[in-house]
């Protein structure tokens, strides 16, 4: 299994342990298989999926600021050939300030 808090750390230092396992527990079998486990920044489809199911449907929040999230996102995950879904939603989620209400 990853070390998913691990992964996290390398973008924000100070990641809360119960987020992480909380975004693991909400991904869940999408975790086991390896395409599905990371995100293709280089996809309009996955982004847009992102930004659907996990930034309106879960965080609440659609539109420029989704957009902005995701890009600001993608960014900082720029020299991450392998991105994780668990550390992208995360920082999409910290982008937002929503990591309290996961």
Same mark, same amino acid.
């Given at each position: ?7 996290? =750390?390398?973008?924000?230092? #100070?990641?809360?342990?119960a ?12 975790l ?6 990371l ?12 930004k659907e199911?996990?930034?309106g =449907?879960k965080? #609440?929040?659609? #539109? ?13 995950? =720029?020299?991450? $050939?392998? $991105?994780s879904?668990v550390?992208?939603?995360y920082?999409?989620? $910290?982008?937002?300030?929503?990591? #309290?209400?996961l």
């Amino acid at each position: 299994m990853t070390d998913y808090l691990a992964d996290v =750390k390398l973008y924000d230092a #100070g990641a809360d342990e119960a987020v992480v396992n909380k975004i693991v527990r909400h991904l869940g079998i999408a975790l086991r298989n390896r395409d599905s486990s990371l995100v293709s920044a280089s996809d309009p489809e996955e982004l847009a999926r992102v930004k659907e199911k996990w930034c309106g =449907k879960k965080l #609440g929040v659609t #539109g420029e600021a989704a957009d902005k999230a995701v890009d600001a996102t993608c960014a900082a995950m =720029k020299a991450d $050939k392998t $991105k994780s879904r668990v550390t992208f939603y995360y920082l999409v989620a $910290k982008e937002l300030g929503k990591l #309290g209400d996961l």
